[in-house]
T-cell receptor, first 114, second 106 residues
Framework: DAGVIQSPRHEVTEMGQEVTLRCKPISGHNSLFWYRQTMMRGLELLIYFNNNVPIDDSGMPEDRFSAKMPNASFSTLKIQPSEPRDSAVYFC????????????FGDGTRLSIL | GENVEQHPSTLSVQEGDSAVIKCTYSDSASNYFPWYKQELGKRPQLIIDIRSNVGEKKDQRIAVTLNKTAKHFSLHITETQPEDSAVYFCVSRLTFGEGTQLTVNP
């Protein structure tokens, strides 16, 4: 089992640029979660999908953020346009069932917006 | 939404001592309570979880207790070792607590 795979591991870009983060969940898991981690706000749930359908996106900070899950093995989180305050570590996680099963986290994407 | 409070925010113990971290939650419908350990620069990893049909669960040096009436659950680590040093998070309904930085001094 390869675990949850995220790419890129690190991203440095200038403000105003579009940023795309990618995630491949564990095969067979039907729930996928995107989190953001900062020192100030801790680990925040941004959005989660169940069976490729977005269930709760109330944690998405604003319209600059969007997430998609076109199939069971791939999800993206986009920020457009990016701002320095978006700098954080973004984690993707997957599980067998939303909220009631252990989540398996990817290694995260460390994003720096200059 | 769910509100999770975790205490203490930092905890320093001597090797071999016990450590206890406590969390309270607000949603009485919550029925699954995992704990994650995150080492510096690494991803969170599940260390133990408990469901609302049990009051206590133990795995070697780690145990979790749950009081549904009072809506709180606790993580207990016995015989702490330096490799237990990390940030620990409690979770309820996908809401993470703020984390506890545990330092085990040799």
């Amino acid at each position: 089992d390869a675990g949850v795979i995220q790419s890129p591991r690190h991203e440095v870009t200038e403000m105003g640029q579009e940023v795309t983060l990618r995630c491949k969940p564990i095969s067979g898991h039907n729930s996928l979660f995107w989190y953001r981690q900062t020192m100030m706000r801790g680990l925040e749930l941004l959005i989660y999908f169940n069976n490729n359908v977005p269930i709760d996106d109330s944690g998405m900070p604003e319209d600059r953020f969007s997430a998609k899950m076109p199939n069971a093995s791939f999800s993206t989180l986009k920020i457009q346009p990016s701002e320095p305050r978006d700098s954080a570590v973004y984690f993707c996680a997957s599980s067998f069932e939303r909220g009631n099963q252990p989540q398996h986290f990817g290694d995260g994407t460390r994003l720096s917006i200059l | 939404g769910e509100n999770v409070e975790q205490h203490p925010s930092t905890l320093s113990v001597q090797e071999g001592d016990s450590a206890v971290i406590k969390c309270t939650y607000s949603d009485s419908a919550s029925n699954y309570f995992p704990w994650y350990k995150q080492e510096l620069g690494k991803r969170p990893q599940l260390i133990i979880d408990i469901r609302s049909n049990v009051g206590e669960k133990k795995d070697q040096r780690i145990a979790v207790t749950l009081n549904k009436t009072a809506k709180h659950f606790s993580l207990h680590i016995t015989e702490t070792q330096p490799e237990d040093s990390a940030v620990y998070f409690c979770v309820s309904r996908l809401t993470f607590g703020e984390g506890t930085q545990l330092t085990v001094n040799p």
